[in-house]
């Protein structure tokens, strides 16, 4: 779904992002592979949007579709950080705009519970995050995947990763099973349906 | 229900030091009730040792699994292969799961992950209050069903005392949280069931030799023993 970004898009990326430590060096030449669980109802269909409108965004972003962030659970964001991924991040609806009225509440819950087990074992929290967003955000949604590529960029590695190359993602959709939406992007946005 | 809290985090992966494989094992019934011990929980502590011991750059092998009860020998009896291949057992049940394991399989080395801490209810989602001290000699039929052993800060059987104020006791939690005055509910409740004058009874000094006083308890239902 993510375009390649060229050179001059990663330099505007670069440019615009806020990296969580500014003192950390931006670890160039490090390409992070990032998690993002994103609800079928909001930052599924930005992303959608955002490659409609032909918005670039880091090429890092892996995305799990789920039916709604309120299925993510504690276990699923340490297993991606386990599995190698750099960087993972919540993106449900807006607050007060789940389509399940309350998903996005609790999962922003489980990702403040997730930073609290991270500090406890010396994993920097700002790893995971929650983000809010609506479909009709492409724009946003690409914003947010340069700005937290960015942060990632500039923690560094996973001090854990295992390996050499991208598999974070096939782990994580492996253990989640049947928990995780086929990623068809473009069908009937009703689950289920 | 029994309720437990995780112990810190430094002092369970402490206990992890020196070993090369450790079991973390959850109990699924009171400690996955109060969303301490079960499975879920489990599964999440053992997630956690095995990155924090990879940023160690220790070699550990850290696998998780969860008994229906770790305080029944049959429930254990369904665990007990993977429990075999680990030296080492980090239980997540309660205290009284906690020794079954480490009875059922001595001398396997069984270490405590949680904190047994009282006898509660859920009084609202995620919230848990002490209600019973099992102290082995039930007084709350004269109490209007409110446990003056463990909900008066002083366990007082004839209150309240001076500390009590509109409802309050002096007596405040750790996190400085206001603790309703047990006596004054107990004479709430007396008033609304007609019964005030059981506040006049004088009740002489507890028997503690029915509760943990009097050493380890027993019970025996020979009715039910197998024949």
Not at chain 2, 82 to 97: Q, R, W
Not at chain 2, 115 to 134: D, S
Request: proline residues 6%; hydrophobic residues 40%.
């Amino acid at each position: 779904m993510a375009d390649e970004p060229t050179a001059a898009a990663a330099a505007a990326a670069e440019a615009d992002s806020k990296p969580a430590t500014a003192a950390l060096p931006a670890n160039e030449g490090f390409e992070p592979e990032i998690i993002v669980f994103a609800c079928h109802y909001c930052a599924y269909a930005a992303a959608d949007l955002a490659g409609s409108m032909r918005l670039q965004y880091p090429s890092n972003i892996r995305m799990i579709k789920l039916p709604c962030t309120g299925k993510l659970e504690v276990i699923h964001l340490l297993k991606a950080l386990e599995a190698g991924a750099d960087g993972v991040y919540a993106a449900g609806c807006l607050e007060g705009e789940c389509h399940y009225l309350k998903g996005n509440l609790w999962a922003k819950k489980r990702v403040g519970y997730v930073k609290k087990l991270l500090e406890e074992i010396g994993v920097d929290p700002g790893r995971v995050e929650m983000y809010n967003m609506s479909s009709a955000m492409g724009p946003q949604f690409a914003e947010t995947a340069r700005e937290f590529t960015a942060r990632i960029r500039g923690l560094g590695p996973n001090p854990v990763r295992p390996r050499e190359g991208f598999t974070a993602h096939e782990v994580v959709l492996k253990q989640m099973g049947d928990l995780a939406m086929p990623d068809d992007a473009g069908s009937d946005p009703t689950p289920g349906s | 229900m029994i309720t437990a809290e995780r112990k810190p985090f430094d002092e369970i992966y402490g206990l992890t030091e020196g070993h090369d494989k450790v079991l973390v094992a959850g109990c699924d019934t009171c400690v996955a009730v109060c969303l301490t011990g079960g499975e879920k929980e489990a599964e999440i502590l053992a997630a956690e040792l095995r990155i924090k011991a990879k940023e160690d750059g220790r070699d550990v092998q850290i696998e998780h699994t969860a008994a229906i009860r770790q305080c029944e020998w049959e429930y254990l009896d369904a665990i007990a292969a993977k429990v075999e291949e680990y030296p080492v057992v980090l239980s997540m049940a309660c205290g009284i799961g906690i020794q079954s394991m480490a009875e059922k399989f001595a001398p396997k080395l069984v270490l405590p992950a949680v904190n047994t801490n009282m006898l509660g209810m859920p009084q609202e989602h995620a919230v848990w209050l002490e209600r019973c001290g099992a102290c082995g000699d039930c007084v709350i039929g004269e109490t209007a069903g409110i446990c003056p052993v463990v909900r008066c800060s002083k366990s007082l059987m004839n209150g309240p005392c001076g500390g009590s104020h509109d409802g309050k006791c002096e007596v405040t939690t750790p996190e400085k949280e206001d603790i309703d005055c047990a006596w004054a509910l107990i004479w709430e409740r007396l008033l609304a069931q007609g019964r005030e004058e059981l506040m006049l009874v004088n009740r002489p000094p507890k028997n503690w030799s029915k509760s943990s006083s009097g050493g380890p308890r027993k019970m025996v239902r020979e009715e039910a023993k197998p024949v």
